[in-house]
Each structure stands twice: as C-alpha cells, then as structure tokens.
C-alpha cells in the first residue's frame, strides 16, 4: 500500500503505537527523538506527555501500563536521557512492567567509533540491555516494523518486563512505507496437564489450604474468585494487592507477614505460591514460618530452586494453572468446617494491629475507607506511612488499582501518581508520599499540573528521611545523620505553580479537605504535619539476616 505524502520512519513508530492500542506516551524531547515525536504530534492519535525527567517520564510510563495493562511507551534522548531512565527500568523490571522504551543513538556512519558525537554514549546498549528484559538496535529503516514488533511482543510475554529500542536519528529521517504494524501474538506457557493433576490432588487432599499471591497471577482474577469461593485462603504480596478484593471473606490482605497470619500459617496443611518472588522485604529476608507443605506455579522454572523450597512445582502461566486446578478441585474440596472462621479471625487481629501500628494516623485509615471513591487508584512512594499502613488500607479490589515502587526506591511515587492518572482511564488517582522521596523529582509537580492529572497528592512531611532515622534508632544506636533535610516551603511551592494545596496539622481537617480535594479536577496537594500530628504507634521492622538455608545453593 502506498502512503501519500510520504512517511518516515517516526512516522511509522506513531503508527505502531496506534496499531499497539497505545493512547498516552511519556518522555523528554530531544534532537535525536524529533522524527518521532513530530509524527505522534502531526497524527494526533497518541497523547505525547511531555515529563520534566527521564526517569519521571519512565515511572509515568510503567504505571500506565499497570493501570490500563496496555503497553507503556517512554521516549528518550541517546546518552544522557537513556541513562536517566535507568534507575526507573529498574524498577519496571522488578515490577515486570510491559514497556517500551524507545530511545535513540547517533548517526549510523559514526556508531560505536568514539568520534565525540554529540549525545555518545559508548555503551549505551550494554547499559540499556542490563536495565531491560531485552534491548534492540534497530541498524537500518527497513528493519524498524519487524524488530519493534518482536520487542513488543517480548515486552507482552510473561514474564513480562520492559524493552529498550535504539533508533538512530538518521534512521529515524529516512523515508519508508508503512508495513503491517498489527501485533504479533503471544504465546502462553500452558501448564503440564499431569503435573497440575498432582497440584490439583495435593490441595484436594488439603483441608486448610492457602494461596500466596504475587504479581505473577495479576491475570488471574476469575479463577482466584472461584478458588476463594471453595474456602481456600487467600494471602497476596504488595505486588499482587487485589487480585481477590480485600473485603472478600478468604482475604487476608497484605497482611502475610502479621504475627495473627504466621500463627495461621502453623495450621494450614498446604500453601501453593503462584507468581510471587517471596521478596526478602515481605517475608522479614525469609525468615517468615510459612506453612512447611508448600506448592509453587510459576512462569519462570528457575524459580523452583529459589528461596523457600516446594514438594510440587508447576512451570507455566498462572491464570491458566489457576483456572485449571478451579476446574479440577470443583466439587472435590473438602475445607475444614471452621478456617473460614479461623481466616476472619486472624484478618481482623492483623487489622487491629494495623490500627495500633498507625497511631494517630489510624483515623486518616477510616476517612480513606470512607471517602476514596471504590475505583480510585491507589499509589503509593516508599515512605514510613507506606510500611506502616498504605500497603496494606485501604480497602483494594482490584489489582491495577494498587502500585508502589516494588524495588523500594524511593522518589517514584509522584510520577507513578501521574503515569496511573493518565493512563488510568479517568480513575481518580490518591498518592502517598513523603518530603525526602518527593524531593527526588520536584520537576515533575509541574508536568501534573500542566498535564491535568486528576489526583490528590498526600504528602505526609517528616522533615527528612523518616524510614532512615527509623533504622539509625534500630540499627546504629540512635545515631542520626544525613537524614535532616532542608525542603522547600510546599505551600508557597505549590503555590508558584497554581496547584491548590492545604496544610494539615490535626487529623480532624483530614476529612473536609479530603472531600474537597477529591471534589476538585487535576493535582491537589494535602500536607500533614506530621510534627504537629504526633507519632505512628511503633516503629517499623528492620531488615533481619537471611537464615542459614537461604542463599548459598
Ligand atoms: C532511590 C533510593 N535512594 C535511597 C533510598 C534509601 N531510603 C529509603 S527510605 C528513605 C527515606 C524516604 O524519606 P521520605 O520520602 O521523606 O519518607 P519517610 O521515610 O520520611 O517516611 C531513603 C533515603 C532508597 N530506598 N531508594
């Protein structure tokens, strides 16, 4: 098929965005992305956002795609810009966000010759390919089509995880047709049949029998629904928050490492873990007890040999393994008459717990339970009121509604807020951070506000890092240092940027000002005091040494 005028290769990247339903994009313009940004803008299909940093541009991107789970696209410069994504790829892998990053490199004469061209980056593919599930060089226009539809494609399967494209800028100028753009298919990674036979008697057999739920099994609604729905218990990490909704009868929330659920634990006869890495920081570095009789379902075999060892292991995709054990255990399940009860029990001790944990925050816990609207997207910074209460209230039901940095690198949460807002489908976005992570990207208040990003920012101010003075009291005798921080007044900074802002000093105004943030469009900006407020209820656990077993196979 001809296309007239004639269309260069930036076009034909804005066409594979479209082909690829992408509706929202993030980055920073530069020399060397020109071609394609000129064409996003000139075909008005694709909303291009313009970020105040690569790496706010690459969490905005990530969390688009975690809200809508369509394929997050991040534009950036060759060098520099690349580089500056880094620490955000990071976090998208840890995360295993479908993502494209497309960047770009020099001139095709002058690759990887040292020449001093502006932008050079020696290495950049190496760099890339360390921070990305896979990292592409697209050498001449008429490889463009073919390798960006294989990265999308690697990007999509499970597990999934982003992917980097450099795109020369002389490539990006030449002029070319438009191929076939459509999506290739992904493949699933079906289950053995007989292996989840084995899985599938093993639970039978079980008559307190739990799941632990990662990431891994976001797709898995339904069949988690109807597993519940047997009497299973059901336990999720941060990553896989809501794939069955908090207030179902068989959730136990976030709540796995709470003393109520370990003791739950010690009673059930048989765990299967689905999609779930066991992080160090949600299993206190594995020392949590988890039930002894464990199963496991993951896309990746290798797992199978990584921290808490199994007795049965299914490799393959974890909506499909799941559904295929609901349709086996149908009718055959015969759940002890009283953990259901037992479930309730240790769900409502781990929330009182909760409660005393957050101190004089616990009402801010009642106001979001009341007043977050049921489909608010739910993000959060890693901040000392995340650990201690965000991961696991509000209420969550369902899992793109809940997002956090899974890497624990703080100075995300703002540009994640952003990237949910707009990816999100119009979802009102509430965003937990704190003084020091905000710090990390400033800049990017201002691509909220200009972006129109409809979200309330609740900004609990500590004067510092609150997580690290937390450990130095733990950990170092008190000692405190480097942990004090000069920040800018965020009134008066709010302020110079025609963002509406309220300062909270006592958690009665919590209330009137949620309503009233909640009622306005765009960022809104709610400060707590928290030297006016008062303290959590406890400190926040530290990071305890990994046990004998773990680690040394
Ligand atoms: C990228 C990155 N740099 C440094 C750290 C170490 N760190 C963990 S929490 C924290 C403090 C966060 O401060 P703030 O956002 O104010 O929240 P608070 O701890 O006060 O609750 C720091 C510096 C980290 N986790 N990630």
Redesign the pocket.
């Given at each position: 098929m001809r296309n007239t005028p004639p269309t260069n290769v930036g076009d034909l990247v804005a066409a594979f965005l479209e082909s690829h339903g992408v509706t929202v994009a993030f980055g920073v313009i530069s020399v060397h992305n020109m071609p394609m940004l000129d064409a996003l803008h000139r075909r008005g299909r694709v909303r291009f956002v313009p970020a105040r940093s690569e790496s706010g541009a690459t969490n905005m991107a990530d969390a688009a795609a975690r809200a809508s789970g369509r394929l997050g696209v991040v534009f950036t410069s060759t060098g520099t810009g690349a580089g500056n994504a880094a620490?955000a790829m990071v976090e998208a892998c840890t995360a295993g966000t479908p993502l494209l990053h497309i960047t770009s490199q020099i001139d095709t004469p002058f690759l990887d010759q040292g020449w001093g061209y502006l932008h050079e980056a020696p290495a950049q593919l190496d760099m890339l390919k360390a921070v990305s599930k896979a990292a592409f060089r697209i050498g001449a226009p008429g490889e463009t089509a073919a390798v960006l539809r294989e990265a999308a494609r690697v990007a999509r399967t499970a597990p999934t995880g982003p992917v980097s494209v450099e795109i020369p800028i002389d490539v990006q100028r030449e002029t070319i047709e438009i191929p076939d753009l459509a999506p290739l298919p992904v493949a699933d990674a079906v289950p053995d049949a007989a292996a989840l036979d084995r899985l599938a008697a093993r639970l039978a057999a079980s008559r307190r029998p739990l799941l632990w739920l990662g990431g891994g099994a976001r797709g898995a609604q339904d069949a988690v629904a109807r597993l519940a729905g047997m009497g299973i218990g059901v336990v999720t990490s941060s990553a896989g928050r809501g794939i069955l909704p908090d207030d179902h009868p068989m959730s136990l929330g976030v709540f796995g490492g709470a003393p109520p659920v370990e003791r739950l634990y010690e009673t059930v006869d048989f765990m299967l873990v689905v999609g779930s890495h066991l992080r160090s920081n949600e299993t206190r570095t594995y020392n949590l007890k988890l039930p002894t009789a464990r199963g496991r379902i993951d896309v990746d075999p290798a797992t199978e040999a990584r921290s808490y060892p199994s007795e049965v292991f299914v490799a393959g995709d974890a909506r499909l393994a799941l559904e295929g054990l609901a349709w086996r255990l149908d009718g055959r399940l015969q759940v002890a008459p009283d953990f259901v009860a037992d479930v309730a029990a240790a769900r409502r001790e781990a929330e009182a717990g909760l409660r005393r944990t957050a101190g004089a925050y616990a009402p801010m816990l009642d106001v979001l339970e009341r007043a977050m609207p049921r489909d608010a997207l739910w993000v959060r910074?890693?901040?000392?009121?995340n650990s201690i209460w965000g991961n696991r209230a509000p209420t969550i039901r369902d899992p793109r509604a809940s997002m956090l940095a899974l890497g624990?690198?703080?100075?995300q949460g703002l540009a994640m807020a952003v990237g949910a807002a707009l990816g999100g489908g119009g979802r009102k976005t509430v965003a937990l951070?704190?003084?020091?992570?905000?710090q990390l990207g400033l800049g990017e208040l201002a691509t909220a506000a200009e972006s129109r990003a409809d979200m309330v920012l609740l900004l609990?101010n500590?004067g510092?890092?609150?997580?690290?003075r937390n450990m130095q009291d733990n950990d170092y005798g008190g000692r405190r240092c480097y942990a004090d921080l000069k920040a800018p007044d965020f009134g008066l900074l709010a302020e110079a940027l025609g963002i509406p802002h309220r300062r909270i000093r006592e958690m009665g105004a919590f209330a009137p000002a949620f309503a009233e943030a909640l009622g306005a469009t765009g960022l809104f900006i709610l400060e707590f005091d928290m030297a006016a407020i008062g303290p959590f209820g406890a400190r926040a656990g530290g990071f305890p040494p990994p046990p004998a077993w773990a680690g040394r196979r």
């Open positions: 620490g910074d890693i901040t000392l009121s624990g690198g703080i100075g951070v704190g003084d020091g992570g905000l609990m500590d510092g890092y609150g997580v690290i």
